[in-house]
């Protein structure tokens, strides 16, 4: 999953930016609001974690400006102000969640699955396409219940395939989505990225789940023999 | 001789000294002659018959002509050598606007080239020099400008068609051939990339980026960028060492030398052969990255400026601390990225390890 983040004191930009990441996001970061908006409108962003008070344009204005726009991807507001018509400003605005400074790393992950669950069709954390599961909260990939050993950037592939399952996703929008804005989408990463997946997931004697679906990209599903 | 200055110095002493030699050879040749002439006559009262003539010899002319010779010689070598130190110094504040412009002109980027060059002081002849300067820089900045603004607009409106045409390719994916579909959506991705990477560096360069500094762990930064880089080159049996120093703590905007590394990183793949090498350290006052890779056969390594390094240059403009490197040399290519070097942080908690497993 792709993230913005929009912060403009640099320590925190890189705290968030540091736990995200290990969380397996693709993290963006903006300094201001007008590269806030810009990176929005130019990039799919699974989610948008935006600072309220931030030079150029403040979050709530950033916001507005982007459901204007018809961008929907869910936010999350983190600010210093804990008035509750500070909240009732942003919300109404359009954002979907309000986390007040300081907050803890876990909480703002587990805000992030929360809002990010909403978008989904299966409203649950343990995703499951034949026999193998992924659990979005413990981090965990298990194929007929063994646990599978994945790096960070393979359970993002993963989670993406899971999101999308069983319509199957272009490269263009598996690097739109897992990679951050630095990635160069010219070389073909996406496809070495699907070979160690399937040499982790579809071992010798397992039903493949991994497909290419000739001049689409990839699905994860089960197919009927 | 090259310098203005100096000549300017000589010329003055030169002039200076020129003078006094003719002065002095006219007051010699002149209290010669006269000397030569000059005759006394002596008349005794007692005995008006008798009348005493005399005047000088031609060894006491010779003696009274020499000595007042070396005496203006004595006298003019201090002279001329204060001629030489006034004339430096005239030289040197006369030429003083010239060097204040060049000075201006040399700090001249794409953010600040609208800005007039300032001579306050500025000489009469100056004056009009400036005024033409300035309207030329002004000239230039609003083409500049503009043919940034066009860049941006065109690579801003090609997103409106690329995203129709890629929906398209993706719909017609059953209907048309997979490995047309395939070719597609392959052209279509890197051109998608292309408008990206135009609209970053047309942001850059209009001075709409912003630089956020903050002192970060270039060892560990450095790390997160390689991963994917390491699978890649693996892919094309290549290898892909990282030799991090323990901590290498640096100072600059993160996000900037993410960007540059897999920018240098993408070209050693795509442009280099053979084995890649990473290499962080710290070099006195400087944070160093390096990435060296061999040359593929027959490639051009001074080719005009591709869009990555166009990218890389308009990042530098935003980090003016950042300076960059390449070399070229027995088959190798090697880009050097030196950040301002600081120690670490007491305060500082090291963000996750790359690579780190779920």
């Keep these: 999953m792709r993230i913005l983040l929009a912060e403009d004191e640099p320590k925190v930009a890189e705290h968030v930016r540091a736990g995200l990441i290990a969380e397996g996001y693709a993290v963006d970061v903006a300094v201001d609001g007008d590269e806030a908006i810009w990176l929005a409108e130019e990039n799919p962003y699974d989610a948008l974690l935006l600072d309220v008070m931030m030079p150029c344009k403040d979050g709530i204005t950033v916001v507005r400006h982007l459901r204007r726009k018809q961008i929907m991807s869910p936010v999350i507001f983190i600010t210093a102000r804990d008035d509750v018509q500070d909240k009732v400003r942003g919300l109404d605005a359009g954002a979907d969640d309000y986390l007040t400074k300081p907050f803890s790393i876990s909480e703002l992950l587990a805000r992030l699955r929360a809002v990010l669950r909403r978008q989904r069709p299966q409203s649950s954390n343990l995703l499951r396409v034949a026999d193998l599961e992924l659990d979005l909260i413990a981090h965990e990939a298990r194929r007929a219940g063994e646990r599978i050993e994945l790096t960070r950037r393979e359970f993002a592939l993963l989670e993406f395939l899971f999101q999308a399952s069983p319509k199957p996703v272009s490269k263009t929008a598996i690097v739109e989505h897992v990679w951050d804005q630095h990635f160069d989408s010219e070389t073909n990463v996406v496809n070495v990225y699907i070979k160690l997946l399937r040499r982790k997931i579809d071992r010798p004697g397992l039903q493949p789940l991994i497909h290419t679906v000739r001049g689409v990209g990839f699905a994860l599903r089960e197919e009927k023999p | ?358």
């Design chain 2, 1 to 358: 001789m090259k310098s203005l200055r100096t000549r300017l110095t000589l010329w003055f002493a030169l002039g200076f000294a020129v003078t006094i030699a003719a002065f002095t050879f006219l007051i010699h040749t002149t209290l010669k002659a006269e000397l030569e002439q000059k005759t006394c006559n002596k008349i005794y009262p007692d005995l008006p018959d008798w009348k005493l003539h005399g005047s000088l010899t031609e060894a006491e002319v010779a003696e009274i002509a020499n000595r007042m010779l070396w005496s203006a010689l004595l006298w003019s070598a201090p002279l001329v050598l204060a001629a030489v130190v006034g004339g430096y110094w005239l030289a040197r504040q006369s030429l003083r606007p010239i060097a204040s412009v060049n000075r201006q002109l040399q700090a001249k980027n794409p953010a600040n080239l609208g800005e007039p060059i300032a001579l306050p002081e500025a000489d009469y002849e100056f004056r009009d020099l400036l005024k033409q300067l300035n309207d030329l820089l002004a000239r230039l900045d609003a083409s500049f400008a503009e043919m940034n603004n066009y860049a941006a607009k065109v690579a801003h409106e090609l997103r409106t068609p690329l995203a129709i045409m890629r929906l398209k390719v993706e719909q017609a994916g059953n209907r048309i051939a997979p490995e047309l579909a395939d070719e597609l959506e392959g052209e279509l991705h890197r051109l998608t990339h292309v408008v990206d990477q135009s609209l970053l560096i047309a942001r850059a360069e209009q001075g709409r980026l912003t630089a956020m500094r903050s002192v970060f762990n270039l060892s560990a930064a450095v790390a997160e960028v390689v991963e994917d880089f390491q699978l890649l080159a693996a892919e094309q049996d290549r290898r892909l060492t990282l030799n991090p120093a323990a901590e290498c703590w640096a100072s600059a905007d993160p996000r900037h030398l993410r960007q540059i590394a897999h920018t240098l990183l993408t070209n050693a793949l795509k442009h280099g052969s053979g084995d890649l090498t990473v290499r962080v350290k710290r070099e006195r006052r400087h944070a160093v990255l390096l990435v060296a890779n061999r040359v593929k056969p027959g490639a051009d390594t001074e080719s005009t400026l591709g869009l990555g390094l166009r990218v890389v240059a308009a990042l530098l403009h935003l980090e003016p601390d950042m300076k960059f490197q390449r070399r070229h040399g027995q088959g190798y290519h090697v880009a050097r990225l030196l950040l301002p070097a600081v120690e670490q942080p007491k305060s500082f908690h090291a963000g996750p390890a790359a690579g780190q497993r779920t």
